[in-house]
């Protein structure tokens, strides 16, 4: 008996891609989809095609080639064009990306985006009005660059028991941190270095002072516990008071210092709370986020179930978020021609406990007058407020020392009331760095 022909591969359907930016993110997204669209065909069933592309100038060269009539300056009308199916949105900011997305979806058009500052505050009204719509609104390129950290968990662990989400979400300050800790660089040094390596924009504030991985952070937990948290929500403290003797003692520690966003759902009076701040933290060098350095990511995750789990890899560049763009890009491509969407499934409004009711073992140095009984009155300021020194050392410095010490876990309110009190004691000439320590609570 004569087997039968194979059936010929049924064709990809062609879907149509709106780009909105074509700066380092744009450009490696078309890149991509030019060398990745036969693959992409034949492993989704869908045809990527970059149909317009809205840009600010016509002129620049972006080191990709696109067809005569593909380039346009005009955003909205990149959005209405019926012969765009799908739009990218990477041109970032709040406006006028929020409205251009809130039209795209009127529209039924899926909607891809990197934009971190808009999602961490006009989230809700954006997963809300796709819903309704029931288009895709995605956003993995948002977060952590190339790291799949969005989709697992908004899939992957959406019926786990997420009990804390914690990570390095800032390429450039992880950058900084590496060189001042690996090459004994001063922040500034190493932040001219990040400036020059295109880490860092001339105007560094969103990086060092924890702006950005706060964006990030909201996000996050947004997914995470399945509830609004929006970036005014996070608390945040950056890096650029971060010396190199806060280095040399986390060294002596057994620690390295890191910009973490912290993540955290605790039981309150009240019922579920969402604790989420951005600082740098001590971290104990056998901790798994101790060993990412330079301009890398990492994202660990805590659950119930499925216990740690560490999603690593570069969380910057063009074609690292770029890749990310793209995945998200086929999924929608391939929900679309199905006529399904993926749901946010984000809650209502967060809980959000105060950063003076959150608790952390902290790290502080304490610049003292060197002689007998000055131990003692720290000793008795700390009772007083209920704070207990877990370690402490001492370094004599001429006729003065400095005291360095980890406490165990206290209450922030309670943590500051302290150093208050400290800093009016007469034998106390200076209270230096405060930094909260994580990966070993006690």
């Known amino acids: ?248 003692s986390a060294a002596s520690l057994d620690h390295v210092i890191k910009l973490l966003a912290v993540c955290e759902r605790l039981e309150g009076p009240d019922g579920a709370e969402v604790a989420v701040r951005v600082h740098p933290a001590m971290v104990p060098v056998q901790h798994p986020l101790a060993g990412v350095r330079e301009s890398f990511n990492a994202v660990f995750v805590e659950g119930t179930a499925v216990g740690d789990l560490m999603f690593y890899g570069r969380g910057a560049g063009g074609d690292p978020t770029g890749s990310a763009v793209l995945g998200d890009l086929v999924d929608a491509a391939v929900n679309l021609h199905k006529g399904a969407h993926a749901t946010i499934g984000m809650g209502g409004r967060a809980q959000i406990r105060p950063i003076d009711d959150q608790q952390s073992p902290f790290y502080l140095s304490i610049d003292v007058v060197d002689r007998p009984g000055v131990l003692r009155s720290i000793a008795e300021v700390f009772e007083r407020h209920g704070v207990s020194i877990r370690s402490l050392e001492q370094e004599g410095i001429g006729d003065a020392a400095r005291i360095v010490m980890i406490t165990h876990r206290a209450r922030e309110a309670d943590l500051q009331a302290t150093v208050t009190d400290l800093r009016d004691l007469p034998t106390v000439h200076r209270v230096g760095s405060i930094i909260r320590v994580v990966g070993a609570e006690g």
């Open 1 to 248: 008996m004569t087997e039968p022909e194979p059936s010929a591969a049924r064709p990809a359907a062609p879907v149509r891609v709106g780009l909105l930016g074509c700066g380092n993110v744009g450009a490696a997204l078309v890149g991509l989809v030019e060398t990745r669209r036969e693959a992409i065909a034949a492993r989704s069933g869908v045809d990527l095609e970059i149909t317009r592309v809205a840009v600010r100038s016509l002129t620049r060269d972006r080191g990709v080639k696109l067809a005569d009539g593909v380039l346009t300056t005009d955003a909205a009308a990149v959005v209405a064009d019926p012969e765009v199916d799908v739009v990218v949105e990477v041109i970032g900011g709040i406006e006028p990306a929020r409205e251009l997305i809130l039209d795209a979806i009127a529209a039924g058009k899926p909607v891809i985006t990197a934009n971190k500052e808009l999602l961490a505050n006009h989230g809700a009204e954006l997963a809300a009005a796709a819903d309704e719509k029931g288009v895709d609104l995605l956003f993995e390129a948002a977060v952590a660059g190339g790291i799949p950290i969005i989709r697992p968990l908004r899939e992957s662990l959406a019926g786990e028991d997420v009990t804390r989400v914690m990570g390095i979400v800032n390429g450039t300050t992880n950058f900084i941190l590496t060189r001042m800790t690996e090459e004994g660089t001063t922040y500034a040094e190493a932040l001219a270095e990040a400036q020059s390596l295109g880490y860092a924009e001339r105007d560094p504030t969103a990086d060092v002072e924890g702006y950005d991985a706060g964006a990030k952070a909201a996000i996050i937990a947004s997914l995470a516990f399945g509830t609004r948290v929006v970036a005014g929500d996070v608390y945040h403290e950056g890096i650029s008071s971060i010396t190199a003797a806060d280095i040399a």
